[in-house]
């Protein structure tokens, strides 16, 4: 018997942070490919204008003022109905419920959301790059952040005061929009009547701790002195939100169709001194900082459908994250986050069994070029405009994004799978037999997981993808696209390839966790698949005297990891502040590095542009790219600027030398954005992806060119030779 399902898409909303109060909406097509029925030249990725629903253009980056806009997640129900049994792509009709559709007869008269967002990273524990998620297997957890705070994870006022929370909050057609602060009351849905909170425990840094770092744009970071009205006592908590740091994770809105769309934090970051308002908080690490808290978060989005006959439906829920921000909006990775959750569906939680059963592929399988493989290929063309590459790099990158379902796979430059580094440890490649270990000529060149979950140097494909690109060498593929997602899966399948896959270490929008099916609801209940497992949050349980939220989620801990995730337990295992680690992953030599080489590779060139064409220097009379520059750049990035152990090492180039410059500087990075929304007057080629709206230097008198690979990291190698 066929029934309806309904359902939130995306399953996963990525919002990101930005400086400013206005926003653009998250992008809803795949990066680098056609956006669908749009015949036009702009590809995919670009977020969209809220007022039109159209494409931003550069000039729509920053707001009037110059600040960085925010990226807000929007969010839709979906109907399926006709559904006889789960099944991806679900097979049922699809259609979008918004306030006036008509639905079965009915009228859709108000739709009521909630969502809960939180950020646990100070409390959680340290990201261990060394083992990923192994360190978390036979019961075994990583080192406490803030052990000073205690040494007990569950402890109440540990977590009172590292845990950052504003409650649920609610929004409709009425009441159409709410703030994550402490201003507000915190409210939820119980059987589609909002319920509101009044005591619900709401904690912000600003609340517990005595004197707090907040870093202010044009500070003297190298200087040994840091005045002492640049740190915020707690009596002066009063002041204006700019005075208080971090006092809101962001909003909550309903547009006239009653979508939601979810904005979060401001990309701010504050630290807390222990003993003394006299020294500047240390960022002394990339990944793990103790007394720091930033403004990402995530958790849970539900909503309830009304109906003008007075009945009620409600859906399977999505989640929200607040994370990074994207200056390289149209670029594709290589190995996405939808790459990565797809592969565990289709291999641990038999998503496809006509592709993948009883731990096997099937053989006759046949994947669709435009669905499962030319990603891939259009990916590796993008990397030449985040990742400085020698000219015979360049002309073999755009080689690969030139092959067409048409061409004979043995006589591409690829020569079918020769060069594609296997995903499967301890093996060799087909190369010449070269080690997979080992780097050119083999692709993906990025890096790889550093931790025994990954246990590898380089980037590969995943299983699944490497799978696809078997059958596609063997001839065993079909032309076009067979795989007919509805206008909801897209979305899941758009938000997620937005986003950066492995190398987790931890990564920039989520980390090891989207490979962890326990991390999801059961996709045949009818949920789907890619969907997070809400933990049951009784908020009629509140005690104004201690924090709601828990310790949370624990992965391959069996007696938790079940139970489903509460609001921050997706973010907790990133970066803290994420600008350390942004500033930090330009490129590196390998980790695990047996070979002892000393060869510099790129860590995640997509979202973490490391040289880009500026748009101010092209030259649209010529057809040569301009000379490339690093995307961070300008004062605190020249070697020997700030630091007598600089060893003009070139493996300190295209960054901040003190972490903390980024957290006051992550809004003046440029944007790489496509020559066809390039609105400064010039035409640009429609192939040329430029960067734009920097607000850094141009200027750069000691630091050399990008070297093309190899880079050698070492003396000598970071500055111009005279």
Not at 415 to 437: H, V
Not at 650 to 678: C, H, P, S
């Amino acid at each position: 018997m066929s029934k309806t399902l309904f359902k939130i898409h995306p399953a996963i909303g990525i919002a990101r942070v930005g400086n400013s109060e206005e926003y653009y909406l998250a992008p809803e097509s795949i990066a680098a490919l056609p956006q669908p029925g749009k015949p036009q030249k702009t590809t995919g990725g670009l977020p969209l204008d809220p007022a039109t629903d159209k494409v931003i253009t550069s000039s729509q980056l920053r707001d009037k003022h110059g600040a960085f806009k925010r990226q807000a997640a929007r969010f839709r129900v979906f109907a399926y109905t006709g559904v006889e049994q789960p099944s991806y792509p679900e097979q049922g009709e699809c259609q979008e419920l918004t306030v006036g559709a008509c639905f079965e007869g009915k009228t859709v008269i108000n739709i009521k959301w909630c969502v809960h967002l939180a950020n646990k990273k100070s409390a959680w524990f340290v990201n261990d790059d060394d083992h990923g998620v192994v360190a978390y297997e036979n019961g075994n957890v990583p080192v406490l952040r803030n052990l000073s705070e205690g040494l007990d994870p569950y402890n109440e006022t540990r977590l009172s005061r590292l845990v950052i929370d504003a409650g649920p909050r609610v929004v409709d057609r009425e009441n159409t929009q709410a703030e994550f602060d402490n201003s507000e009351v915190a409210a939820y849905l119980k059987d589609g009547n909002k319920v509101e909170v009044a005591d619900y425990p709401k904690s912000f840094p600003y609340m517990h701790f005595d004197y707090l770092d907040i870093p202010k744009k044009n500070e003297q970071v190298h200087s040994a002195q840091f005045k002492i009205e640049d740190v915020v006592e707690r009596s002066d908590m009063h002041k204006p939100r700019t005075a208080c740091g971090i006092t809101s994770l962001g909003e909550l809105h309903t547009d006239d169709k009653g979508r939601l769309i979810v904005a979060g934090g401001y990309g701010k970051a504050v630290g807390w001194r222990l003993d003394s308002k006299d020294k500047p908080v240390p960022i002394e690490g990339p990944v793990n900082n103790d007394q720091w808290f930033d403004d990402t978060s995530d958790g849970p989005v539900t909503a309830v459908v009304e109906f003008d006959d007075g009945s009620i439906e409600e859906v399977f829920g999505g989640w929200a994250v607040v994370t990074d921000p994207s200056y390289a909006p149209q670029t594709l990775n290589v190995v996405s986050l939808f790459d990565e959750a797809y592969d565990t569906f289709v291999r641990k939680l038999n998503l496809q069994p006509e592709l993948y059963h009883d731990g096997k592929f099937n053989p006759d399988y046949k994947p669709a070029f435009d669905d499962h493989i030319r990603p891939i290929f259009k990916a590796t063309g993008q990397q030449l405009w985040n990742a400085y590459l020698p000219e015979i790099a360049i002309q073999a990158h755009k080689s690969v994004d030139a092959i067409t379902a048409e061409d004979d796979p043995d006589s591409t430059i690829l020569a079918g799978l020769a060069y594609i580094r296997q995903p499967n440890p301890g093996t060799e490649a087909t190369w010449r037999s070269q080690s997979i270990d080992e780097g050119a000529p083999l692709m993906p060149l990025a890096l790889g997981d550093s931790s025994a979950a990954g246990g590898k140097p380089f980037l590969t494909p995943t299983i699944t993808q490497y799978q696809f690109l078997h059958s596609w060498s063997n001839h065993n593929y079909v032309h076009g696209s067979t795989q007919k997602l509805s206008e909801g899966e897209y979305l899941d399948r758009a938000t997620l390839q937005n986003c950066l896959g492995g190398r987790f270490s931890p990564g920039i929008d989520m980390t090891w966790i989207i490979r962890e099916p326990a991390m999801y609801q059961d996709w045949l209940t009818g949920a789907g698949p890619f969907r997070i497992k809400h933990k049951p949050l009784n908020y009629t349980n509140v005690h104004t005297d201690k924090p709601f939220l828990g310790l949370g989620w624990i992965p391959q801990h069996e007696d938790v990891e079940h139970l489903g995730l509460e609001p921050g337990d997706a973010t907790k295992f990133m970066a803290l502040p994420w600008h350390a680690d942004y500033n930090s992953c330009a490129i590196h030599q390998t980790s695990p590095n047996e070979l002892n080489s000393e060869t510099l590779y790129w860590s995640w060139p997509a979202q973490r542009p490391v040289t880009v064409y500026v748009a101010e220097d092209y030259d649209i009379s010529s057809d040569e790219l301009p000379a490339p520059r690093y995307s961070v750049r300008g004062p605190g990035t020249y070697p020997q600027e700030n630091s007598p152990q600089d060893k003009h090492d070139l493996a300190n180039a295209g960054r901040f030398w003190e972490y903390r410059e980024m957290l006051t500087k992550w809004d003046d990075i440029g944007v790489v954005v496509q020559g066809t929304v390039i609105d400064d007057g010039k035409p640009y080629p429609d192939e040329v992806y430029l960067e734009v709206e920097s607000r850094l230097s141009n200027y750069e008198p000691e630091l050399a060119d990008p070297t093309p690979w190899p880079m050698i990291g070492g003396n000598g190698t970071a500055t111009k030779k005279k």
